[in-house]
């Protein structure tokens, strides 16, 4: 069966960067849709970023442009979300997700029937 398994979540200061990764399995064609989204307490889960695993083509949130970049492993089947320039806003609890084709790359969660266990992110002032 499908998994997904985030890593690399940790704490750091405003202005501090981390590298998450979700190393992913099960997939006889590793060419699906996965995203990054995040949820802070009390509010609604929110996408962060998305893309089409194997393509170059990729959306981001408004509110990561300039700071978050995806990036692919291939050989190890794992999407990396490299964070810089972190603030304290960025604090939640940050999930992988996936979806088989016909799929499209986008950072609305109802596009995604796979998610992992999620990796904490806490941004300190």
């Known amino acids: 069966q499908v998994q997904l398994v985030e890593s690399g979540g940790g704490s750091v200061q405003a202005g501090g960067s981390l590298r998450l990764s979700c190393a992913f399995s099960?997939?006889?064609?590793?060419?699906?849709?996965m995203g990054w989204f995040r949820q802070a307490p009390g509010k609604e889960r929110e996408g962060v970023a998305a893309?089409?695993?194997?393509?170059?083509?990729?959306v981001y949130a408004d509110f990561v442009k300039g700071r978050f970049t995806l990036s692919q492993d291939s050989a190890k089947n794992t999407l990396h979300l490299q964070m810089n320039s972190l603030k304290v806003e960025d604090t939640a609890m940050y999930y992988c997700?996936?979806?088989?084709?016909?799929?499209?790359?986008?950072?609305?969660?109802?596009?995604?029937?796979?998610w992992g266990q999620g990796t904490q992110v806490t941004v300190s002032s």
């Open positions: 997700a996936s979806a088989a084709r016909p799929c499209s790359p986008q950072l609305d969660m109802r596009g995604y029937n796979f």
């Open positions: 099960g997939y006889g064609d590793s060419r699906v849709c």
């Open positions: 893309l089409f695993y194997g393509s170059p083509y990729t």
